[in-house]
């Protein structure tokens, strides 16, 4: 079935590191790519998306590029800050899941000091 | 515009009560889908409404429902709780949600957090 892995964490982070949370997923057809964001206490926010191989999406300074060779969509951010302490998801949802909707990763967290 | 809003925030019951949970959407959007997140079993789809019907269903049982009105503001009821039924339950919308090939962007609500006892 279709599935999402993501990099266990936490992962910890000095403010103005670079920053980069594998994500790869298993789907049949062509499934759209997500990240989403939760901070402490919130519901979960969009953070970007791709619909498409090659497609990059890009926020905040946050990018991750649909890579169909690889099966991944990983998400990169050049300086992290404070603020982006919060848990990461990479979801999908797949053109051949009749009958389903997000399929998300278990979620990784990002903790920044200064 | 406003966001997706969610009542109650946050409920304490007792195993073999029941509990509804509210959910009103962005306004125009048509889509409610629901979610469960938990540590163990993380984010996890319960169901999607359209138009008033259920569209999609995740694998939960059928101790878990919900409904749509005509004004696309959801509800959700899970009767005769089990500690397991302990989670932050999310709700999201967007213009038409997920269907076939069609994959719309879904915007999250804040969440109620239930916890049972």
């Known amino acids: 079935g279709n599935s999402v892995t993501q990099m266990e964490g936490p992962v910890t982070l000095s403010e103005e590191a670079f920053l980069t949370i594998n994500c790869t997923y298993t789907?049949?057809?062509?499934?759209?790519l997500f990240w989403y964001v939760q901070y402490p206490g919130e519901g979960l926010q969009l953070l970007l998306k791709?619909?498409?191989?090659?497609d990059k999406g890009s926020n905040k300074g946050f990018e991750a590029t649909y890579r169909k060779e690889t099966t991944s969509f990983h998400l990169e951010k050049g300086s992290v800050q404070v603020s982006d302490s919060a848990v990461y998801f990479c979801a999908l949802t797949s053109a051949n899941q009749a009958g389903t909707a997000l399929i998300f990763g278990k979620g990784t967290t990002l903790s920044v000091s200064s | 515009k406003a966001g997706v809003t969610q009542t109650p925030r946050y409920l304490i019951k007792t195993r073999g009560q029941q509990v509804t949970l509210s959910c009103s959407p962005i306004?125009?959007?048509?889509?409610v889908s629901w979610y469960q997140q938990t540590p163990g079993q993380g984010l996890q789809f319960l169901f999607e409404?359209?138009?008033?019907?259920?569209?999609n269903k995740g694998n939960f049982p059928g101790r878990f429902s919900g409904r749509q009105f005509s004004n696309s503001r959801s509800e959700m009821n899970v009767s005769t709780l089990e500690l397991g039924d302990s989670a932050l339950y999310l709700c999201a919308s967007s213009l038409y949600g997920t269907s076939g090939s069609f994959s719309d962007t879904q915007y999250f609500g804040p969440g109620t957090r239930l916890t049972v006892l």
């Open positions: 409404y359209f138009s008033e019907t259920q569209r």
């Open positions: 789907a049949t057809g062509y499934p759209s």
């Open positions: 791709a619909t498409k191989a090659d």
């Open positions: 306004s125009g959007h048509r889509s």
